[in-house]
């Protein structure tokens, strides 16, 4: 089954004897497009300016600040939480860099984010170890 709600795509198991197998391509080709990460875009007070002094004069270079961090106009940067940014001329855009897991017994089972792999793994609650099986995500 596939849903768009409030922007946000779920993407579970799809039933094919249950529907006719073009209409399902159709539909999927029609709503996967609407799918996209969680994004956000920073306009206030990030657009700024670095001067560089190459011999006798001084040269102004448009980008972004960030967290302290001065980034040229189009670079692109990872987050340490996992998003992807980019500086671009009037703001700095950053997204998701995983999907969520949104159909799994949350009684039962957690969801935690791996800052390193940037991916989630759903777990038992008592024991860290054993996967939960997880029926749908959100991206």
Same mark, same amino acid.
Request: aromatic share 8%; glycine share 8%.
């Given at each position: ?6 922007? =946000? ?29 969680? @994004? ?5 007070? =990030? ?47 950053? @997204? ?21 792999? @940037? ?12 996967? @939960? ?7």
């Amino acid at each position: 089954m596939i849903a768009v709600l409030g922007g =946000q795509c779920f993407i579970g198991l799809m039933n094919m004897k249950a529907m006719d197998y073009g209409l399902g391509i159709l539909l999927a080709l029609c709503i996967i497009p609407l799918c996209n990460s969680q @994004c956000t875009t920073d306009t206030n007070g =990030q657009i700024g300016h670095k001067y560089r002094t190459h011999g006798a004069y001084v040269r102004q270079q448009k980008g972004c600040i960030k967290e302290g961090t001065f980034y040229d106009l189009g670079q692109e940067w990872k987050t340490n939480d996992c998003m992807s940014c980019k500086c671009r001329r009037d703001s700095i855009s950053c @997204c998701t860099m995983y999907s969520k897991p949104s159909d799994f017994d949350q009684v039962h089972c957690e969801a935690i984010l791996d800052l390193d792999s @940037c991916k989630y793994r759903v777990v038992k609650k008592n024991d860290k170890t054993q996967l @939960c099986q997880v029926d749908a995500w959100i991206s």
